[in-house]
């Protein structure tokens, strides 16, 4: 059985940090693109973060660059997301995607297999 588990969530004050992983069992993803998403409270699903399968390419979203890291080990088969400078408006539900292609992806339709999401609550 295929499963993405996310870890890390938690409460921070604005401008703090965490460190949201995603460990993949049941079949490595070391060939995929991984991504982070979020769903933010009353709203869609939007995109946060995408890395390639050997990690060279990185995409972010506009709201999140130069504050959030995507990474992978895939020696481990994690995929991790540095969260730095956090806002209240970053409060979400985070969770962790793989894509069926190689690249980084920022389309939601890509990806195949989720987690069941950490929830990231920031107060102001």
């Known amino acids: 059985q295929v499963q993405l588990v996310e870890s890390g969530g938690g409460l921070v004050q604005a401008g703090g940090s965490l460190r949201l ?3 993949a069992s049941g079949r490595t993803f070391t060939t995929n693109g991984m991504g982070w998403f979020r769903r933010p409270p009353g709203k869609e699903r939007e995109f946060v973060a995408a890395i390639s399968s050997s990690g060279a390419l990185r995409t972010y979203a506009d709201s999140v660059k130069g ?3 995507i990474s992978r080990d895939n020696a481990k088969n994690t ?3 540095e969260m730095n400078s956090l806002k209240p408006e970053d409060t979400s539900v985070y969770y962790c995607a793989a894509a069926r292609t190689y690249r980084s992806t920022s389309r939601l339709e890509d990806y195949d297999y989720w987690g ?3 929830q990231v609550t920031v107060s102001s």
């Open 67 to 69: 504050r959030f890291t």
């Open 116 to 118: 069941q999401g950490t």
């Open 79 to 81: 995929v991790y997301l």
């Open 21 to 23: 992983s995603c460990a």
